[in-house]
């Protein structure tokens, strides 16, 4: 048994049944046993690799993207670049090199990584000691110093805790980790049911079948970002799995070695993730006055942006093994059987700034 599954059950033996939500923040993010707080996991050798570890290409048009909505913010002389879980650094450095080609907006630039793995944290200086641009690190966003701001966060959404409902009856009950038989984990629901929870629900779940689940997050996160940006200016571009239409559906997953995972399997050691609803992200938006635009799926973004004329100036000096590995990074990025549908994107902005790159044709 993980030194993790011990303390959960030691919780549980203690409060009660532990809310979905709180056991994918434990198991993600506990301080000495969590799975982000104790391993590197990106990579072939670890658990999933991520769209900025496939090529370099991913990294470099983002960097190109907020290079152009930094003009249409008006050139500020100073505006914060922020990541949101950062991984290995790649993504922001591969942006950085990018950002070459607009000096100004490169002098402009002061870089805060959110990012709450120690592991992690060390890769980034590692990865960005010598970019020769200010980086500074946080726990948490609100840290940042307040100030115009380009946010980007690449698979970060997935890894926040979602809250699970299921339909019964009389109403819906939240989900919850409870020792089954055996004292295993096991999932299991509140009997007492969520008081008027129907209201929160958008209006086509309300008549969900029995049996049906029901997964949300907090918007504390989402908001905390969409009022910095609309008090002091800039854009956000989130990129995650995930689907555009709020739904019903369990997608809680444990990811390990590349393949599926039980979630309540060895925690702590398992990757917990689950599916971006980019329809709330939207509203959120929308009700705080600012511009939303997308999501576009992860396939159609890159190739608005270019990604294929990229690849082929890369392939211009490629031997022919690094052309076929360009080839197939392009693939995997884009192809509809491949990253390329199921990943979406999408963008907040406070709407000043007007149609922003890739979404505007
Ligand atoms: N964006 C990177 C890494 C994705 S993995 C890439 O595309 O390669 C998720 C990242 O988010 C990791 O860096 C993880 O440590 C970080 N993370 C997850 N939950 C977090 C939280 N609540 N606060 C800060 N960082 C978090």
Redesign the pocket.
Known sequence: MTPLEQEIRRIIAFDGPMPISEYMRTC??HPKYGY?VTRD??GPLGDFT????VSQMFGELLGAWAAAVWRQMGSPARVDLVE?????G??MADALRAARALPAFRAAIAVHL????DV?MAKQRETLGASGVPVAWH?DVREIPAGPAIVLA???FD??PIHQAVRGERGWHERVVALGKDEQLAFAVNPVPMLDFEKMLPEALREAPAGAIYEWRSAAYSLEIIHRLKSHGGATLVIDYGYGETQVGETLQGVRRHGYADPLTDPGEVDLTAHVDFAALGDAGRASGMAVSGPLTQGEFLRRLGIEQRATRLKANATPQQAADIDSALARLTAPDQMGELFKVLAIADPKLGMLPGFDS
Not at 50 to 53: F, I
Request: glycine fraction near 12%; charged fraction near 15%.
């Open positions: 993600l993010g982000y996991p990106l991520t769209a900025p570890e949101l879980g950062p991984g290995r790649t993504l959110v990012e709450m793995s992690l726990h690449n698979e970060f890894a926040l």
